[in-house]
């Protein structure tokens, strides 16, 4: 699957941002999608991801509370709203899709977008 992810941006400490991943091509409907992020000068880490069934998501300790994923699968995008946005969320935000069920791993996953830069101002 093609993956395009966009909607990053420069927002101050506190606002928020959501970022947009559409999809195309192999069967979004069935594809676990998922969220990674990777800051300057360090390893890509996970952010958060979704199943295909909307109900089934799971996040990294460091956003829980306040980020949230969700898909639409009519339109074959994923989002990722950001809130209370902290200077240690600065880092380029990717997509990516996998089969079968959700991993926090980079490594399982097949497909990847291009990355959205996101930074936060303190």
């Known amino acids: 699957v093609q993956l395009q992810a966009f909607g990053g941006g420069l927002v101050q400490a506190g606002g928020s941002l959501r970022l947009s991943c559409a999809a195309s091509?192999?069967?979004?409907?069935?594809?676990?999608m998922g969220w990674f992020r990777q800051a300057p000068g360090k390893e890509r880490e996970f952010v958060a991801h979704?199943?295909?069934?909307?109900?089934?998501?799971y996040y990294a300790d460091s956003v829980k509370g306040r980020f949230t994923i969700s898909r639409d699968n009519a339109k074959n995008t994923v989002y990722l709203q950001m809130n209370s946005l902290k200077a240690e969320d600065t880092a380029v935000y990717y997509c990516?899709?996998?089969?079968?069920?959700?991993?926090?791993?980079?490594?399982?996953?097949?497909?990847w977008g291009q990355g959205t830069l996101v930074t936060v101002s303190s």
């Open positions: 979704i199943g295909w069934n909307v109900g089934n998501s």
């Open positions: 091509g192999r069967s979004f409907s069935t594809s676990v």
């Open positions: 990516a899709a996998r089969v079968l069920w959700g991993s926090d791993r980079d490594v399982d996953y097949d497909d």
